[in-house]
T-cell receptor, first 112, second 111 residues
Framework: DVKVTQSSRYLVKRTGEKVFLECVQD?????MFWYRQDPGLGLRLIYFSYDVKMKEKGDIPEGYSVSREKKERFSLILESASTNQTSMYLC???????????FGQGTRLTVV | GQQVMQIPQYQHVQEGEDFTTYCNSS?????IQWYKQRPGGHPVFLIQ???SGEVKKQKRLTFQFGEAKKNSSLHITATQTTDVGTYFCAGSPGNNRKLIWGLGTSLAVNP
């Protein structure tokens, strides 16, 4: 059974903290994505990676960075967390040229 | 930039009624996908449409891709309470690397 695993389901962090969200997939997929989901705004792409050590900015990259040192792992980094980054974060992976995207269970981050 | 508009944003139906959600893209798509997200869950892939004018069925769900490959629809016949959730369309532009997502249609079904 295919799997995308996010390191935490719920996370509470303080303003100004550096936050790491980890995502691991076991399907040998080339493409990985980080989205945030907020009510009424749908899924907004933060960053994506189409191969190891490759990354591209999505629609809302400000305040975020990413790391893809290994094919199976894609990390999202909030350099200095702010309250407007309180959100649901979803990681997804997809085979290059493939069809469906597989999502992790999501991390609900609250920044206080 | 490239956009996919999805309507309606919300739909509330009585169990047994039909439901349709529509997606319109500002540009031609190479394919379109549909996902369902149950409350508290994550998006789960339903189907992909690739060909112009394509129609696919999954039990009570009918998916269509427009002739110009710029619009798509999902129709549910005789809704059930298990259909509750948010339905998203997501289109692939030519390079097929990232998906352009609609904002989703949230479906509520009264038993």
């Amino acid at each position: 059974d295919v799997k995308v695993t996010q390191s935490s389901r719920y996370l509470v962090k303080r303003t100004g903290e550096k936050v790491f969200l980890e995502c691991v997939q076991d399907m040998d997929h080339e493409n990985m994505f980080w989205y945030r989901q907020d009510p009424g705004l749908g899924l907004r792409l933060i960053y994506f990676s189409y191969d190891v050590k490759m990354k591209e900015k999505g629609d809302i990259p400000e305040g975020y960075s990413v790391s893809r040192e290994k094919k199976e792992r894609f990390s999202l980094i909030l350099e200095s967390a702010s309250t407007n980054q309180t959100s649901m974060y979803l990681c997804a992976s997809r085979k290059s040229g493939g069809t469906e995207a597989f999502f992790g269970q999501g991390t609900r981050l609250t920044v206080v | 930039g490239q956009q996919v508009m999805q309507i309606p944003q919300y739909q509330h139906v009585q169990e047994g009624e039909d439901f349709t959600t529509y997606c319109n893209s500002s540009t031609t798509l190479s394919n379109i996908q549909w996902y369902k997200q149950r409350p508290g869950g994550h998006p789960v892939f339903l189907i992909q449409l690739v060909k112009s004018g394509e129609v696919k069925k999954q039990k009570r769900l009918t998916f269509q891709f427009g002739e110009a490959k710029k619009n798509s629809s999902l129709h549910i016949t005789a809704t059930q309470t298990t259909d509750v959730g948010t339905y998203f369309c997501a289109g692939s532009p030519g390079n097929n690397r990232k998906l352009i997502w609609g904002l989703g249609t949230s479906l509520a079904v009264n038993p």
